[in-house]
Protein backbone atom coordinates (compact mmCIF):
# COMPACT_ATOMS: atom_id res chain seq x y z
CA UNK A 1 0.00 0.00 0.00
CA UNK A 2 1.32 3.76 -1.03
CA UNK A 3 2.91 5.24 1.99
CA UNK A 4 3.12 2.72 4.18
CA UNK A 5 6.79 -0.23 3.29
CA UNK A 6 6.68 -3.59 5.45
CA UNK A 7 9.53 -5.90 5.27
CA UNK A 8 10.27 -8.71 4.65
CA UNK A 9 6.85 -9.78 2.41
CA UNK A 10 7.58 -13.31 3.80
CA UNK A 11 9.63 -15.22 6.45
CA UNK A 12 10.29 -18.68 7.95
CA UNK A 13 11.78 -19.15 10.91
CA UNK A 14 13.03 -21.64 13.77
CA UNK A 15 11.72 -21.88 16.93
CA UNK A 16 13.78 -19.80 19.17
CA UNK A 17 15.35 -17.59 16.49
CA UNK A 18 15.24 -13.90 16.55
CA UNK A 19 14.12 -11.08 13.83
CA UNK A 20 13.09 -7.79 12.92
CA UNK A 21 10.17 -6.66 11.19
CA UNK A 22 10.59 -3.20 9.33
CA UNK A 23 7.85 -1.02 8.94
CA UNK A 24 8.62 2.43 7.15
CA UNK A 25 6.39 5.54 6.48
CA UNK A 26 6.81 8.48 4.16
CA UNK A 27 2.70 10.16 4.94
CA UNK A 28 4.79 12.03 8.01
CA UNK A 29 2.25 10.56 10.39
CA UNK A 30 2.62 10.47 14.27
CA UNK A 31 1.37 7.63 15.16
CA UNK A 32 2.03 3.67 14.17
CA UNK A 33 0.96 0.36 14.81
CA UNK A 34 1.77 -3.13 14.90
CA UNK A 35 -0.92 -5.76 14.67
CA UNK A 36 -1.44 -9.26 14.21
CA UNK A 37 -4.18 -11.57 12.24
CA UNK A 38 -5.21 -14.66 12.69
CA UNK A 39 -7.55 -16.85 11.41
CA UNK A 40 -10.86 -15.88 12.88
CA UNK A 41 -9.23 -13.40 15.22
CA UNK A 42 -9.58 -10.29 13.61
CA UNK A 43 -6.34 -7.62 13.83
CA UNK A 44 -4.83 -7.56 17.49
CA UNK A 45 -2.84 -4.92 18.72
CA UNK A 46 0.55 -5.68 19.78
CA UNK A 47 2.19 -2.52 20.04
CA UNK A 48 1.97 0.93 19.47
CA UNK A 49 3.93 4.59 19.32
CA UNK A 50 1.58 7.69 19.49
CA UNK A 51 4.61 9.90 18.26
CA UNK A 52 8.41 9.53 18.10
CA UNK A 53 10.40 8.61 21.32
CA UNK A 54 7.24 6.84 23.04
CA UNK A 55 5.71 3.53 22.91
CA UNK A 56 2.73 1.23 24.11
CA UNK A 57 1.61 -1.97 24.80
CA UNK A 58 -1.54 -2.87 23.30
CA UNK A 59 -3.61 -6.03 23.34
CA UNK A 60 -0.91 -8.31 22.98
CA UNK A 61 2.52 -7.66 23.64
CA UNK A 62 4.11 -10.89 25.16
CA UNK A 63 6.97 -11.76 23.26
CA UNK A 64 7.61 -8.66 21.13
CA UNK A 65 9.24 -5.97 21.78
CA UNK A 66 9.41 -2.60 19.48
CA UNK A 67 11.49 0.44 18.47
CA UNK A 68 10.41 3.66 17.41
CA UNK A 69 13.69 4.58 15.44
CA UNK A 70 12.40 8.10 14.07
CA UNK A 71 9.39 9.58 12.65
CA UNK A 72 9.29 7.23 9.62
CA UNK A 73 10.10 3.87 11.38
CA UNK A 74 8.68 1.56 13.56
CA UNK A 75 10.12 -2.00 13.97
CA UNK A 76 8.82 -4.89 15.62
CA UNK A 77 11.37 -8.01 17.47
CA UNK A 78 10.47 -11.33 17.91
CA UNK A 79 13.67 -11.92 20.67
CA UNK A 80 12.78 -16.01 20.82
CA UNK A 81 10.03 -16.92 18.12
CA UNK A 82 7.51 -19.01 19.07
CA UNK A 83 4.88 -21.17 17.10
CA UNK A 84 2.24 -19.52 18.57
CA UNK A 85 3.85 -16.00 16.85
CA UNK A 86 2.98 -17.46 13.48
CA UNK A 87 0.55 -15.21 11.75
CA UNK A 88 0.48 -12.16 9.76
CA UNK A 89 1.56 -9.13 11.03
CA UNK A 90 0.31 -5.59 9.58
CA UNK A 91 1.92 -2.22 10.31
CA UNK A 92 -0.32 1.12 10.52
CA UNK A 93 -0.61 4.91 10.34
CA UNK A 94 -2.48 7.48 10.98
CA UNK A 95 -2.23 10.98 11.96
CA UNK A 96 -3.59 12.42 14.91
CA UNK A 97 -4.94 15.79 13.69
CA UNK A 98 -7.00 14.28 10.65
CA UNK A 99 -8.86 10.77 11.20
CA UNK A 100 -10.82 10.91 8.13
CA UNK A 101 -9.68 8.48 5.97
CA UNK A 102 -9.40 6.49 8.84
CA UNK A 103 -5.87 3.70 9.30
CA UNK A 104 -3.04 3.29 5.93
CA UNK A 105 -2.01 -0.29 6.78
CA UNK A 106 1.12 -1.83 5.23
CA UNK A 107 0.49 -4.93 2.89
CA UNK A 108 1.65 -7.51 5.90
CA UNK A 109 4.70 -9.99 6.55
CA UNK A 110 3.57 -13.44 6.61
CA UNK A 111 5.54 -14.90 9.47
CA UNK A 112 5.44 -18.98 10.01
CA UNK A 113 7.48 -20.42 13.11
CA UNK A 114 8.36 -24.01 12.96
CA UNK B 1 -11.99 -4.64 28.51
CA UNK B 2 -13.13 -3.12 25.18
CA UNK B 3 -14.39 -5.65 22.00
CA UNK B 4 -15.64 -5.25 19.49
CA UNK B 5 -18.08 -8.16 17.64
CA UNK B 6 -18.91 -8.79 14.16
CA UNK B 7 -22.15 -10.88 13.40
CA UNK B 8 -22.73 -12.92 11.13
CA UNK B 9 -18.74 -14.33 10.98
CA UNK B 10 -19.50 -15.90 7.19
CA UNK B 11 -22.37 -15.15 5.40
CA UNK B 12 -22.73 -16.72 1.10
CA UNK B 13 -24.96 -14.94 -0.85
CA UNK B 14 -26.04 -15.16 -4.56
CA UNK B 15 -25.20 -12.42 -6.80
CA UNK B 16 -27.49 -9.30 -6.56
CA UNK B 17 -29.14 -10.35 -2.94
CA UNK B 18 -28.55 -7.34 -0.53
CA UNK B 19 -26.21 -7.70 2.58
CA UNK B 20 -26.12 -6.28 5.90
CA UNK B 21 -23.25 -6.90 8.54
CA UNK B 22 -23.53 -5.99 11.86
CA UNK B 23 -20.99 -4.72 14.22
CA UNK B 24 -21.66 -3.78 18.09
CA UNK B 25 -19.05 -2.13 20.30
CA UNK B 26 -17.83 -1.57 23.83
CA UNK B 27 -14.94 1.10 23.79
CA UNK B 28 -13.94 3.80 25.93
CA UNK B 29 -13.62 6.79 25.20
CA UNK B 30 -15.23 6.20 21.49
CA UNK B 31 -14.27 8.94 18.81
CA UNK B 32 -15.06 6.76 15.90
CA UNK B 33 -16.10 3.40 13.76
CA UNK B 34 -14.18 1.88 10.48
CA UNK B 35 -15.02 -0.38 8.58
CA UNK B 36 -12.64 -1.80 6.07
CA UNK B 37 -12.69 -4.20 3.09
CA UNK B 38 -9.90 -6.90 3.05
CA UNK B 39 -9.20 -9.48 0.36
CA UNK B 40 -6.11 -10.79 0.09
CA UNK B 41 -3.76 -8.87 1.78
CA UNK B 42 -3.98 -5.00 3.82
CA UNK B 43 -7.62 -4.03 4.65
CA UNK B 44 -9.10 -1.09 2.60
CA UNK B 45 -10.66 1.64 4.00
CA UNK B 46 -14.65 2.17 3.39
CA UNK B 47 -16.34 4.34 5.85
CA UNK B 48 -15.15 6.58 8.82
CA UNK B 49 -18.40 7.15 11.48
CA UNK B 50 -18.73 9.75 14.13
CA UNK B 51 -22.34 10.48 14.53
CA UNK B 52 -25.21 8.86 15.03
CA UNK B 53 -27.56 8.49 12.31
CA UNK B 54 -26.42 9.92 9.30
CA UNK B 55 -25.66 6.99 6.56
CA UNK B 56 -22.70 7.56 4.30
CA UNK B 57 -22.91 6.14 0.97
CA UNK B 58 -20.67 4.71 -1.37
CA UNK B 59 -21.94 3.25 -4.60
CA UNK B 60 -23.56 -0.14 -3.44
CA UNK B 61 -22.32 0.69 0.30
CA UNK B 62 -23.55 2.43 2.59
CA UNK B 63 -23.43 2.08 6.98
CA UNK B 64 -25.10 3.64 9.49
CA UNK B 65 -24.23 4.40 13.31
CA UNK B 66 -26.31 4.34 16.43
CA UNK B 67 -24.14 5.65 19.13
CA UNK B 68 -26.91 5.17 21.62
CA UNK B 69 -26.98 1.09 20.97
CA UNK B 70 -23.27 1.18 20.29
CA UNK B 71 -23.90 -0.52 16.86
CA UNK B 72 -23.54 0.05 13.09
CA UNK B 73 -24.39 -2.17 10.25
CA UNK B 74 -22.95 -2.29 6.90
CA UNK B 75 -24.91 -2.17 4.03
CA UNK B 76 -24.21 -3.80 0.49
CA UNK B 77 -26.85 -4.04 -2.11
CA UNK B 78 -26.66 -5.86 -5.81
CA UNK B 79 -24.12 -7.79 -4.69
CA UNK B 80 -21.43 -8.51 -7.06
CA UNK B 81 -18.56 -11.59 -7.16
CA UNK B 82 -16.13 -8.64 -6.26
CA UNK B 83 -17.20 -8.12 -3.21
CA UNK B 84 -16.48 -10.63 -1.60
CA UNK B 85 -14.07 -10.37 1.12
CA UNK B 86 -13.70 -10.13 4.76
CA UNK B 87 -14.80 -6.66 6.19
CA UNK B 88 -13.84 -5.62 8.98
CA UNK B 89 -15.46 -3.12 11.80
CA UNK B 90 -12.98 -1.31 14.21
CA UNK B 91 -13.27 0.98 16.98
CA UNK B 92 -10.91 4.07 17.60
CA UNK B 93 -11.01 4.80 20.85
CA UNK B 94 -8.92 7.43 23.08
CA UNK B 95 -5.44 5.67 21.65
CA UNK B 96 -6.24 2.16 19.97
CA UNK B 97 -8.19 1.06 17.32
CA UNK B 98 -9.87 -2.32 18.50
CA UNK B 99 -10.84 -4.34 15.33
CA UNK B 100 -14.10 -7.39 15.41
CA UNK B 101 -13.30 -10.51 14.25
CA UNK B 102 -14.62 -10.40 10.93
CA UNK B 103 -17.45 -10.84 8.39
CA UNK B 104 -16.18 -13.21 5.50
CA UNK B 105 -18.64 -12.78 2.69
CA UNK B 106 -19.07 -15.04 -0.10
CA UNK B 107 -20.83 -13.91 -3.01
CA UNK B 108 -21.53 -17.17 -5.54
CA UNK B 109 -22.35 -16.32 -9.12
Known amino acids: NAGVTQTPKFQVLKTGQSMTLQCAQD?????MYWYRQDPGMGLRLIYY???????DKGEVPNGYNVSRLNKREFSLRLESAAPSQTSVYFCATITGAALTYGYTFGSGTRLTVV | EDKVVQSPLSLVVHEGDTVTLNCSYE??????LLWYKQEKKAPTFLFMLTSSGIEKKSGRLSSILDKKELFSILNITATQTGDSAVYLCAVQGAQKLVFGQGTRLTINP
Open chain 2, 27 to 32: VTNFRS
Open chain 1, 27 to 31: MNHNS
Open chain 1, 49 to 55: SASEGTT
